[in-house]
Nanobody, 119 residues
Framework: QVQLVESGGGLVQPGGSLRLSCAAS????????MGWYRQAPGAQRELVAT???????NYADSVKGRFTISRDNAKNTVYLQMNSLKPEDTAVYYC?????????????WGQGTQVTVSS
């Protein structure tokens, strides 16, 4: 089993910054892609950003130029630096990992961390 533990959410004013972290633990052979998704009230979960084990990144158009995803492969940890935050960034942010473990390759989700952008 793989556990993903997120941290770093909270309340921030418009224009502010937050940094989310997500650490993976368990019987992991390797982690392939990791990413962040978000879900606002009444909306579907949407992709925010992903990063491969080699460091290739992909961003939603709505966050390009404001958010930066990175990872520390040695620590099985992914980060999301969020700058110039807007009220529309308010959502629960979920960490995702595509991991190879005993028995195969599976997709895992964290429990989510709330990000609220409000004055």
């Amino acid at each position: 089993q793989v556990q993903l533990v997120e941290s770093g959410g909270g309340l921030v004013q418009p224009g502010g910054s937050l940094r989310l972290s997500c650490a993976a633990s368990g019987s992991i052979f390797s982690i392939n892609a990791m990413g962040w998704y978000r879900q606002a009230p009444g909306a579907q979960r949407e992709l925010v950003a992903t990063i491969t084990s080699g460091g290739s990144t992909n961003y939603a158009d709505s966050v390009k130029g404001r958010f930066t995803i990175s990872r520390d492969n040695a620590k099985n940890t992914v980060y999301l630096q969020m700058n110039s935050l807007k009220p529309e960034d308010t959502a629960v942010y979920y960490c995702n990992a595509d991991a190879s473990v005993v028995g195969g390759r599976w997709n895992y989700w964290g429990q989510g961390t709330q990000v609220t952008v409000s004055s």
